[in-house]
């Protein structure tokens, strides 16, 4: 397991960067249009009518390798797919920088992963992520079937890079989205996110 071994002033500037997102939680989530690994466009308005989680990704930062190495995030795409919910994983790591990855790059290590994302979204130059003020990664956003955003911030309440801590964690994400399935409010609608800084341009 991955123990505790990042650099603290990594977390603790993520930490005290704050909530201050860009988008507004309760207000319609802005369409965007990004390339997936096998050059497909989607827009976000594609899946108009079904949820949709945003999911910000880095496979060399430690706290997404705590969700990834014991199965965490992947068993959370298998699940909530399976529910017909969208799963968008987005890469907004700028060519050059931890993180970045060719779309036939993105392919192989997908798969070397078992990930279960609905797809892999690319935006190397960071527009969609400056657009939704994705800070780390993870970053999760979930927006409900009539494209308001309804979630956004941390995976979890265990900001660490220990996958020992996910069994004790209560998972925001998981949450949400079990409330809106359920045709509920949301209770928690944001939180701070937490993880290594999103490598931008």
């Not at 827009?43 to 014991?70: A, M, R």
């Amino acid at each position: 397991m991955i123990k505790h071994v990042v650099m603290a002033g990594v977390l603790s500037a993520v930490l005290a960067a704050g909530v201050r997102a860009e988008v507004t939680t309760g207000a319609a989530a802005p369409d965007f249009t990004l390339t997936d690994t096998s050059r497909t466009s989607h827009n976000l308005s594609d899946f108009k009518g079904k949820v949709v989680v945003l999911e910000w990704v880095n496979h060399g930062c430690p706290f997404v390798v705590k969700h990834y190495s014991p199965g965490n995030m992947q068993g959370l795409q298998a699940d909530y797919t399976s529910k017909g919910v969208v799963w968008l994983s987005i890469c907004s790591s700028a060519e050059g920088k931890q993180g970045y990855y060719t779309a036939e790059g993105w392919q192989k290590l997908n798969a070397e992963k078992g990930g279960k994302a609905t797809a892999i979204l690319l935006d190397p130059e960071g527009t969609v992520g400056k657009l939704y003020g994705a800070k780390t990664t993870p970053h999760m956003y979930v927006i409900n079937a009539e494209g308001t955003l309804v979630y956004q911030g941390a995976i979890d309440d265990k900001p660490s890079t220990d996958s020992d801590d996910i069994p004790g964690a209560k998972n925001y994400v998981k949450a949400a989205l079990d409330e809106v399935l359920a045709g509920k409010p949301v209770t928690m609608g944001q939180t701070k996110p937490y993880g290594c800084g999103v490598k931008y341009k």
